[in-house]
């Protein structure tokens, strides 16, 4: 049973910083995706970042680029999102998920889910 698990989410100041991980637990196989998404009450969650596990290169909406990174340690089985200047809109549930992809930033092909880590940006 694959496991993910997220922390380092918090409170923070408009162009603050924090820096999520995910560990990853119960792999049979590697998944070709990691990726984060995030969600507002009322919203749908939304990706904003993935890594593919295979060749660790990024991928980021238009909305993060310059100001998120994510990155893999794979002997620690863990993915990182730093997440640097931050905004208020940036405040949200961050969940770690991974899969086959497909239609990122949609959840499509998404099959293995984190309970999440909140994220909170005040101006």
């Known amino acids: 049973q694959v496991q993910l698990v997220e922390s380092g989410g918090g409170s923070v100041q408009a162009g603050g910083s924090l820096r999520l991980s995910c560990a990853a637990s119960?792999?049979?196989?590697?998944?070709?995706?990691i990726a984060w998404f995030r969600q507002v009450p009322g919203k749908e969650r939304e990706g904003v970042a993935r890594v593919n596990t295979y060749t660790s290169n990024p991928y980021y909406v238009d909305s993060v680029k310059g100001r998120f990174t994510i990155s893999q340690d794979s002997a620690k089985n863990t993915i990182y999102l730093q997440m640097n200047n931050l905004k208020p809109e940036d405040t949200a549930m961050y969940y770690c998920a991974a899969g086959a992809g497909g239609r990122f930033p949609e959840t499509f092909g998404y099959n293995y889910w984190g309970q999440g880590t909140q994220v909170t940006v005040s101006s």
């Open positions: 119960g792999y049979r196989y590697r998944t070709r995706y």
